[in-house]
Each structure stands twice: as C-alpha cells, then as structure tokens.
C-alpha cells in the first residue's frame, strides 16, 4: 500500500515517497523557501471520520466537525469499569431442571 497523504491545496492525494510539489507548500502554510520553522502541526496523516465517513487531514477542522454532530475523541480516556450486573439465571435454571427431570 503506497503512503500518501491528502493535499489542502490542491485538493488530492500526493505519493510520500516522492518530494512534495513545491507548488503545494501551501498544505503547511508555508511558501516555498520559507519552509524552515515547525510547531506543533494541524495536520495528521488522513484518516477517515467514524461519524461522517469523510477523510481528515485537518485535527482542528475533524474536531469541529465531531463537536457539530454531538460527538468527542477517546484516546486514553479511563474507562468506567464497573463490572456489569449479570441478569439473574438462577430461577430460569431451576426451572429448566425440573422439566427436564418431569
Ligand atoms: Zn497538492
């Protein structure tokens, strides 16, 4: 499977193994020789919305759609782990052995 990674720019998909067009730079807002400085990015490699189905490159634009549809993230949320109430058996076992044994 070829490493791509979804273009702001212009709007498709461009090989990573291959220098990405300088006339895409943009996609990092940056121009061309000024590619010199990286803070924490806004973009990720694409992944494809659970709620939506639609591809995300953009962390910010994926979190504003979620929270539009009513929707939040789980990373390393902790988990509530109370253990489940099992529905009580023993009175449909009890049953079941006496039409067995009748
Ligand atoms: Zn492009």
Known sequence: LARS???RVCH???DLTEAWPSACYGHFGIRGEE???YVISD?????VS???GRPHDSKSAYRKELRALGCYEVG??????RPVQAPPVRDTLRQVV???KG
């Open 43 to 47: 973009s990720m490699d694409p992944i």
């Open 50 to 52: 659970m709620a939506t």
């Open 35 to 37: 590619a010199r400085f």
């Open 98 to 100: 006496q039409q067995l």
């Open 76 to 81: 390393n949320d902790r988990l509530d782990r």
């Open 5 to 7: 990674r979804y273009c």
């Open 12 to 14: 498709e998909f461009h």
